[in-house]
């Protein structure tokens, strides 16, 4: 299964929210369209895509929320979506862990409703390190495990780094190993992404990723396996005020069965 399919419930927002939590400008650790995160806030997202081949169009509707508890800051999502032909639920909940001022942790759990293209359930777990003496630069090591509702498993390893340059450039990669099973299927991804701007006005976000995927399902007890693909986004996050705003981004996806283009539009709000 590739991640990239299915609502990234928690790792890649509380890694953000750690980060903000710890005096840096927030950064996405896998999603780079949905940063950055407040502290205490909530966010209302819908997007749509069309898919070639006849694979049918796909539409999601959700809301995201976090809050900060003293060295923790909690996360939970709900989304309601529409892909293959079959529609699903999804809810995550996340929670990272500030331990002092050069480590943070980040776990998150996350459950479909049995939608083919959702996970049984899954479990993320991340741990990062500030280097350097301004701890502007921040490195992640990560593992999960995924259960489809057709039996299968995936089991990853990744390994990332971001840094933060003085104004107002973030630039981020990531590489992760999968084991996907019954099989064996072996695969790797990275992606590559950069931030421009400062939280409270503008900024905008790129992100390239490629590699291969192990399995990815698609309804009817069908699954394409063991194949290549590359997806490309770009978000423009704008404040139209001082605790609230917006985030609009394209997308484009592409394997060699289909390719997707779609477009996300969200309102965020932080709480006092």
Not at 207 to 213: C, D, F, L, P
Not at 220 to 228: A, E, R, T, W
Request: proline content about 5%.
């Amino acid at each position: 299964m590739n991640a990239q399919h299915i609502i990234c419930p928690a790792p890649a927002l509380v890694l953000a929210l750690g980060l903000l939590a710890n005096g840096l400008p927030a950064a996405h650790a896998q999603e780079a369209t949905d940063l950055p995160a407040p502290v205490r806030g909530i966010e209302a997202y819908t997007s749509r895509h069309t898919l070639t081949n006849g694979y049918g169009n796909w539409h999601e509707t959700g809301v995201r929320g976090q809050w900060g508890v003293n060295n923790q800051l909690l996360g939970m999502e709900l989304a309601t979506m529409r892909r293959f032909g079959e529609s699903g639920q999804f809810i995550g909940l996340s929670d990272t862990v500030t331990w002092n001022e050069d480590w943070f942790t980040a776990l998150s759990v996350g459950a479909g409703d049995g939608a083919a293209y959702l996970p049984r359930y899954r479990v993320d777990a991340f741990i990062n390190r500030k280097l350097l003496p301004t701890r502007q630069w921040v490195a992640t090591l990560g593992a999960g495990y995924y259960r489809a509702p057709d039996g299968h498993v995936d089991r990853n390893i990744s390994l990332g780094s971001t840094y933060y340059f003085e104004s107002p450039w973030v630039v981020q990669a990531e590489i992760r190993f999968n084991n996907s099973s019954p099989g064996g299927v072996r695969t790797h991804q990275q992606f590559v992404a950069a931030t421009w701007g400062r939280a409270h006005q503008t900024q905008i976000i790129a992100r390239h990723g490629w590699g291969a995927e192990g399995y990815q399902a698609i309804g009817n007890g069908v699954s394409l396996v063991n194949f290549d693909s590359r997806q490309s986004q770009l978000t423009l996050r704008q404040w139209l005020g001082p605790q609230w705003g917006f985030t609009a981004g394209v997308e484009r996806y592409s394997n060699p069965y289909y390719s997707r283009n779609g477009a996300k539009l969200s309102l965020f709000w932080e709480l006092p």
